[in-house]
């Protein structure tokens, strides 16, 4: 068992595996021009516990700027957002239309 010391969903990297991650990656690995100054998550917190893969690795991070980062950020957001709000109108085949449980839920347990 880990030691579910985090309260809140805000992760960030902890401080010395951030400060080697800013030591290695001198320069935004997104734009490449100005100097990194954030530590980011490759693959995004959400996504890491959905795979139940470990994601404070330094090989899952990387250095940003900030506004790189920013960009990311908001791009998640925006598409967890995304998938949340579902449209209204879908073309469903009659034959596709849902009944019952779905199956793609499964409970893993
Ligand atoms: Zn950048």
Same mark, same amino acid.
Not at 14 to 25: H, T, V
Not at 83 to 92: D, E, L, Q, S, Y
Not at 99 to 108: E, F, I, N, S, Y
């Given at each position: 068992?880990? $030691? $579910?010391? +985090? ?21 935004? =690995?997104?734009?490449?021009? =100005? ?14 516990? %959905? ?14 700027? %900030?506004?790189?980062? +920013? ?8 598409? /967890? ?7 209204? %109108? ?10 019952? /449980? ?8």
């Amino acid at each position: 068992m880990m $030691n $579910n010391s +985090w309260s809140g969903d805000r992760t960030g990297f902890p401080k010395a595996m951030r400060a080697k991650i800013l030591r290695r990656d001198k320069t935004c =690995r997104i734009c490449g021009l =100005r100097p990194a100054t954030e530590a980011d998550h490759i693959v995004s917190v959400a996504e890491c516990r %959905r795979l139940g893969i470990v994601y404070d690795t330094i090989d899952n991070g990387q250095g940003l700027c %900030r506004e790189c980062h +920013w960009a990311k950020t908001r791009a998640e957001i925006q598409q /967890g957002q995304a998938r949340m709000r579902t449209p209204k %109108r879908i073309p469903v085949h009659p034959s596709q239309a849902p009944r019952g /449980g779905d199956p793609g839920q499964a409970c893993d347990g």
